[in-house]
T-cell receptor, first 119, second 113 residues
Framework: DTGVSQNPRHKITKRGQNVTFRCDPI?????LYWYRQTLGQGPEFLTY????????KSRLLSDRFSAERPKGSFSTLEIQRTEQGDSAMYLC?????????????????FGAGTRLSVL | LAKTTQPISMDSYEGQEVNITCSHN???????ITWYQQFPSQGPRFIIQ???TKVTNEVASLFIPADRKSSTLSLPRVSLSDTAVYYC??????????????FGIGTKLQVIP
């Protein structure tokens, strides 16, 4: 299967600890996104990479959050000094830039997510 | 970004056709309409995308009127496995640069036996 892969699927941590999640996008996709989703809500945008460049960050992404995509392939999302309010599903998606009017019209393909529980 | 409005929830019996309508009054000329489906504990999954008129694939149909201010996702003969949240998104094709898409809370479809 060559879909978007996220690891780990579940993470339980104690408040104050640091956690890191990994996302492996679809190999030919140059765009990568991170979202956060809490119960009963839709995914909320966190940040976006085109290749290795982080081009946009949401104000939701406080200074405790950092994301990288060092070689334009996989990406990591780190949360430092976790708080109980960080408990959520963290979703990664990828897409290709596509050509105007082409078949891939900004369609994002999502991984299964990493569910974080902060105790 | 065009704002979308869709019903919070819908119930349907198995075997019925389900139509979910999304309003997007401020849709721009370059915007496409995309629908995603999400099951619990999974990421959203692309269902269908369209620009105007009607689009059909193996999963659903998408009806878009001429003014494009709304769209209707049609799921034929739903089964229990179609119970999920359905999101309507509006955005351009991304070829001119990234455009953030915004997920609302979606429509929670409950299929009843």
């Amino acid at each position: 299967d060559t879909g978007v892969s996220q690891n780990p699927r579940h993470k339980i941590t104690k408040r104050g600890q640091n956690v890191t999640f990994r996302c492996d996008p679809i190999s030919e996709h140059n765009r990568l996104y991170w979202y956060r989703q809490t119960l009963g809500q839709g995914p909320e945008f966190l940040t976006y990479f085109q290749n290795e460049a982080q081009l946009e960050k949401s104000r939701l992404l406080s200074d405790r959050f950092s994301a990288e995509r060092p070689k334009g392939s996989f990406s990591t999302l780190e949360i430092q000094r976790t708080e109980q309010g960080d408990s959520a599903m963290y979703l990664c998606a990828s897409s290709s830039a596509g050509l105007a009017g082409g078949p891939t019209k900004n369609i994002q393909y999502f991984g299964a997510g990493t569910r974080l529980s902060v105790l | 970004l065009a704002k979308t409005t869709q019903p919070i929830s819908m119930d349907s019996y198995e075997g019925q056709e389900v139509n979910i309508t999304c309003s997007h009054n401020n849709i721009a000329t370059n915007d496409y309409i995309t629908w995603y489906q999400q099951f619990p504990s999974q990421g959203p999954r692309f269902i269908i995308q369209g620009y105007k008129t009607k689009v059909t694939n193996e999963v659903a149909s998408l009806f878009i009127p001429a003014d494009r201010k709304s769209s209707t996702l049609s799921l034929p003969r739903v089964s229990l496995s179609d119970t999920a949240v359905y999101y309507c998104l509006v955005g351009d094709d991304g070829s001119g640069g990234y455009q953030k898409v915004t997920f609302g809370i979606g429509t929670k479809l409950q299929v009843i036996p």
